[in-house]
């Protein structure tokens, strides 16, 4: 029995001399050998040249996704995802100039855009699907979906009709600044 106490004795001061050393640690300052080190330079968000290697996507994560779904009708339908590696995908898939896939390179000024007009739209507070009434869902209309992961938030959108005037302000700036890029095939 006191063996037990000596040992439970024992691991509770290892365990305060190792947190106390951890902090001694983090609150150096940035200073190493008592030198200050500089901030490291901001690295660019995105590439800034890709091959068809890199349209290879499916262990990089979704940072944006727009998609015009269809209708009873001749609805375009296409969508964009926009990756954390600056790749944006287009698929087109009825009813739009494009068919197919294609890809483009977004600059970290394209996303900076995007960030600030999340921010404009208050994208993070707004309801996930509208209308808001699910009685007024009206199927045979095409849904305008939108989904960011930025500023450690995600969120989903779908927008069926009814939708906020900042939500509509977005997609309208969404689908015009998508028209920048400059889409090719992987190939």
Known sequence: MMLSYFNLNILTLVCFVSICSCNRKASNGGNVNGKSQKPAPELPIFKTTFTATDTLVDKVDTILYYQRSACFGFCPTFQYTVYE??????????????????????????????????????????????PVEPELYIPDLPNTI??????????????????????KDFEIFLESHFQKLEFRNAY
Do not use: M
Request: charged content about 25%; proline content about 4%; aromatic content about 14%.
């Open 146 to 167: 939108v989904i960011v992961k930025e500023f450690g938030l995600y969120k989903k959108v779908t927008d069926n009709h009814h939708a906020p005037k900042p939500l």
């Open 85 to 130: 590696n600056g790749i944006v995908k287009y698929e087109g898939l009825q009813h739009v100039d494009k068919l197919g896939c294609q890809y483009a390179l977004a600059t970290d000024a394209w996303w900076d855009e995007v960030k600030k007009q999340i921010a404009a739209s208050r994208f993070f507070d707004l309801a996930p699907v509208y």
